[in-house]
């Protein structure tokens, strides 16, 4: 405990030089960091070894396994990443907008640094490289604690890192990692309200909420993703079918995949047979209620567990519906607000979709699979907000910076 | 509890309803509410004389008893208030961002409601008003949870408006007051994750970080002013004398008021005492460090507690400081991420306190009593955010919404 309030001391002390820093100065420290990470692949890569070796003693699953190994070519991809967002245009300074009042003040509100920022994270390390190269471009302090398996990685990441803030002569608390790995503490991180601005979590849906429960820091939840496909009467059921084979297929593990089909009962008599046949090569798990099973008698009855589920893999459910009121009642019923489309040639229907969809992201004639950071343009993603406040759906730079307001005058006071 | 899921369920029907209404429906029920309030006069009167009659019976402080007053004027003013609001131009359906991708995409970034808001707050009947206008206006259905001296008032109040919804054909649960005044149902009510999209707590900083403390919900703070005015060498000292009088003692009582003077070494002993002259007819209470107590003989020394406090009331503690970095380290310490001020005719000092002060409004040359949504040009002012997330510094319509992308496409499916 005393610990961490050291840190948070030291994180906000580094923030406040990290908020006076230049662009020019934030990306010749970034390209630093990645250089020191390129020359420190053989510590990282040792680190890592002892990681893995410990997982494995320990019976680590074999895909929790996959997400901790590290090679020289994903070391290298994180040193990419670093210089990537030294390329990425600088947030804090941007003038979000600005007037003046009828007595001539002249008020500017201004991009500006949250401050300091916690991350929490499971397994994988290079969150910890990502996460530090964004938030320290967007001008915060950093505080990491990853999961335990990956601790040895982490720290010789961090290392590396911190060797750069060092060459540069920039604050090394900058860049922090918490080395002990206990709930307790993990517990006193989401409640250090005195020197966290906010915590990101990173994780399982279940590891998230976990989270929300126990944070007093305020948290920008990243989401779990049930997302649904709704083809209405009349759609081009050619589109449809390959905007459900990219969206369940193209990568099952993600949150904007695709895990349900909302299908208008007048076209499900010719859909499924098509979007079956399509999905065959991927060997994906169909589950359907009564009337789809009519349509496909090979597939597995769902249960009421199953609109709520996000599978994240080879599994795909269907629900036939009687008109849009009906698909939409499903889907604000049991979606995460993450993302969902329609397929539909309807003009009203797609209004009314749109409008009455409680998402992150509603597509027309499109896949979910497009919500993200780097198809939105931002450059960059720190993760995909299903909350509403503060930032919702991909989060970029932007959305790990606060505002404040200028505000210049010539004397005036308040009548 | 079971009381508080089944209104957290009602208002989330509500809110679906409230997102789909066009601003002049709103609007009008904005006015239907006005002429409603208007009308139960007789009766919001006659319940507010039973909250006072309990609250002089219970020994409620004079000054607590004069905020939960209600007069023919102060109802009046809360019906022109919700006029005013029906005024104002509706946040909901702003298109924020807009573009299109490289392969067609048109990505929109558009205004919609939260959803479901929840007020807690203390004795004041006319915040239930004037948070139902607000967030009737943007979009959202609210729980009202007001302090227990004032619950016949709100309960008349709240009836009013719900009468007007009635009449007007909308979910009457949009607006929703618990009447169970106890703590165990406040507390539920900030651990209504399922149902709340955000909660608002406005009244002391010590009821305000009890919120923070307990809430599960997403918090916004509103705020506490610790308020700073520096004098910086070389300015006009005048110009200094008269907004220092202004923000000390125009409104005291509020957050925006000044509350510690921060003076140049170099000016002091001229200013000082002009500030004390000016002072005195407003009787404030002066305290000081030894250095200004050697000016002015006749202040009270300040405590290490003084530094800290947000007085709201004609106490002032005066702080001299050798120097710019001095100031904004004493600054950045106490402050409570409020407002601050400096005087000064130097550029370069301008420009650093701006950057370099950590507060959600920083001023020039100009009172700190102008953080407010009215003087913003906000229209209306639901609280002011003293917290980095979300919104930061007075929140009108807009900071009470949130946004989604809608994107629309013809096929696009992810490489």
């Known amino acids: 405990m005393i610990q961490l309030t050291e840190m948070g001391q030291n994180a906000k002390k580094a923030a406040q030089q990290l908020a006076q820093l230049s662009t020019i100065q934030k990306n010749q420290v970034l390209k630093t960091m990645a250089a020191s990470v390129r020359t420190n692949t053989p510590k990282i890569l040792a680190a890592n070894d002892m990681d893995m070796k410990n997982a494995q003693q320990n019976g680590v699953k074999k895909v929790m396994l996959d997400r901790l190994k590290l090679d020289q070519s994903r070391v290298d991809s994180m040193a990419d990443g670093l210089e990537h967002v030294a390329d990425l245009a600088d947030p804090i300074g941007e003038v979000v ?70 060459t540069e002569s920039v604050a090394e608390d900058s860049i922090q990692l918490i080395t002990d790995t206990s709930h307790e503490t993990a517990t006193a991180l989401m409640q250090l309200t005195e020197y966290l601005d906010v915590l990101i979590p990173r994780g399982s849906a279940k590891f998230i909420q976990m989270v929300v429960q126990k944070a007093k820091v305020p948290v920008i939840e990243t989401g779990s993703g049930n997302c649904h496909v709704y083809v209405d009467e009349g759609a081009d059921l050619k589109m449809a079918t390959d905007i459900i084979v990219n969206a369940k297929t193209q990568r099952p593990s993600v949150c904007n995949a695709m895990e349900k089909l909302v299908v208008n009962q007048k076209v499900a008599d010719q859909l499924l047979p098509m979007v079956a046949k399509a999905l065959q090569p991927f060997n994906v798990d169909l589950r359907g209620d009564e009337r789809a099973k009519e349509i496909l008698p090979n597939i597995t009855l769902a249960t009421e567990a199953d609109w709520g589920t996000e599978y994240n893999d080879y599994i795909m459910a269907i629900k036939i519906v009687d008109n849009l009121d009906q698909a939409i009642a499903h889907i604000n019923h049991y979606n995460t607000k993450h993302s969902e489309a329609i397929v539909t040639n309807n003009y009203a229907h797609s209004e009314r979709f749109t409008k009455e969809i409680d998402a992150a992201v509603v597509y027309v004639n499109a896949s979910t699979r497009f919500t993200d950071g780097f198809e939105f343009g931002f450059g960059a993603e720190i993760g995909i907000s299903t909350q509403k406040l503060h930032a919702r759906g991909p989060m970029g730079l932007n959305e790990i910076t606060s505002t404040k307001y200028v505000i210049r005058g010539n004397g005036q006071v308040r009548k």
């Open 97 to 166: 907008k600005g007037w003046t009042t009828e007595t001539g003040l002249a008020i500017s509100q201004v991009r500006v640094p949250l401050g300091v920022i916690g991350m929490i994270y499971e397994a994988r390390p290079n969150v910890t490289v990502d996460a530090a190269g964004l938030t320290f471009k967007a001008g915060s302090a950093v505080i990491l604690r990853g999961g335990k398996e990956a601790l040895q990685s982490n720290q010789a990441l961090v290392a590396a890192l911190r060797e750069a803030l060092i």
